[in-house]
């Protein structure tokens, strides 16, 4: 998975591309953790993600529960597949999807 990092201001920006797996999940999460106490929001762009799991969806609700206290987290340009996930899941109730 690649991690495309974009910081303006206080809102972080990370573009993901590729799988968010067991094997990818402790990149994001490293990620998230290395920039949590310079921004005040969170946007994670999933337009190139093509398939998350079970550790990427613990990432998500981590990074959730960290920005909640702050600006907020949003996911944006989510595909059909992992829609799907989230309903089936009930991320799509918790998570700011647009």
Do not use: C, W
């Amino acid at each position: 998975m690649k991690i495309n990092k974009n910081l303006e201001g206080n809102t972080l920006t990370l573009a993901l591309e590729g799988r968010l797996d067991t094997t990818t999940a402790p990149d994001l999460e490293q990620a998230i953790k290395a920039e949590l106490n310079r921004v005040d929001a969170l946007v994670l762009d999933f337009s190139k993600l093509e398939y998350i799991s079970s550790a990427g969806l613990r990432v998500l609700l981590s990074a959730h529960k960290a920005m909640a206290q702050k600006g907020g987290m949003k996911v944006t340009h989510v595909s059909e597949m992992v829609m799907e996930v989230f309903e089936v899941t009930g991320f799509s109730d918790i998570l700011n999807v647009e």
